[in-house]
């Protein structure tokens, strides 16, 4: 990833070409067939690389039966911050967190429906106001295009106060874009997601920008150490001074 960023390249390659050929097909047997569709021999010349984003760290604040701060919501799954896993999302992590607090969850959930006798109250009619059908739905897909451009470029592995600020420059720009769209047009899944996307990200360049050192998959080329007073995991509410944001072990 940091070459990637230095040089401003597509990939990386990586060679494996100096083991024998049949080592190679044996012990890499898929990749080697995935490469030979693609016209690519693993065995004699290098293959491109590139990061996948395969997991990020952090979740939403839940009690032990998935209750989050705001009444009424609730988080299972790797959405979740229990604490369990630490900041953590790898491997079979989803599945403890998605069965065993799901379970729980919904335990919870079942109680409380038997308690009131219904578990959704009325809902009522939604009201679209002056939104008018979509003819121009390219507007979400160029901005959901250019938000995932943006955090894939400028908050990768390998961070870096200057891109950090732009990227916080360009989300609130296309925040701007996509709120004036939203109360324009009639509410499609598409146009929830991309808020939604744009709020994660959002969040994820400021506790990145508010995090000064490299630890784990945040590597800052300006802070490489680590601190220790970044130890614990930190809770960060919206609209909280950092000196009263909470830190739990």
């Not at 891109?163 to 925040?175: E, F, G, M, S």
């Not at 146009?191 to 939604?196: A, G, K, M, V």
């Not at 998959?217 to 970044?230: A, G, N, Q, T, V």
């Given at each position: 990833d940091f070459e990637m960023k230095r040089g401003g390249y597509d990939c990386v390659h990586l060679d494996i070409s100096?083991?024998?050929?049949?080592?190679?097909?044996?012990?890499?047997?898929?990749?080697?067939?995935?490469?030979?569709?693609w016209g690519i021999d693993l065995t004699s010349e290098p293959i491109p690389a590139v990061p996948a984003a395969h997991y990020m760290c952090g979740g939403i604040t839940t009690d032990?039966?998935?209750r989050t701060t705001i009444p009424g919501l609730s988080a299972v799954g790797e959405c979740a911050f229990t604490g369990l896993h630490g900041a953590n999302r790898l491997a079979s992590n989803s599945l403890l967190e998605g069965l065993v607090f799901?379970?729980?969850?919904?335990?919870?959930?079942?109680?409380?429906?038997?308690?009131?006798?219904?578990?959704f109250g009325e809902v009522p009619e939604w009201q679209a106001g002056a939104a008018v059908p979509s003819d121009e739905a390219v507007v979400v897909?160029?901005?959901?295009?250019e938000l995932r451009r943006t955090m894939w470029n400028y908050v990768g592995i390998v961070r870096s106060e200057t891109?950090?600020?732009?990227?916080?420059?360009?989300?609130?720009?296309?925040?701007d874009e996509i709120r004036e769209y939203y109360w324009k047009?009639?509410?499609t899944r598409d146009?929830?997601?991309?808020?939604?996307?744009?709020?994660?990200a959002e969040l994820v360049v400021a506790c990145a920008a508010a995090r000064k050192e490299s630890r784990g998959?945040?590597?800052?080329?300006?802070?490489?150490?680590?601190?220790?007073?970044?130890l614990a995991d930190t809770i960060i509410k919206r609209g909280v001074p950092a000196s009263l944001r909470a830190t739990s072990v």
């Open positions: 100096h083991r024998p050929a049949d080592w190679v097909r044996g012990r890499f047997p898929n990749i080697y067939e995935t490469c030979k569709r032990l039966h998935g799901g379970h729980r969850a919904g335990v919870r959930l079942r109680g409380v429906a038997a308690e009131r006798g219904v578990l897909a160029h901005n959901w295009d891109r950090l600020r732009r990227a916080a420059r360009r989300i609130a720009l296309l925040q047009h009639l509410v146009l929830l997601e991309l808020r939604n996307i744009a709020t994660v998959l945040h590597h800052m080329i300006d802070f490489p150490s680590s601190d220790e007073r970044c």
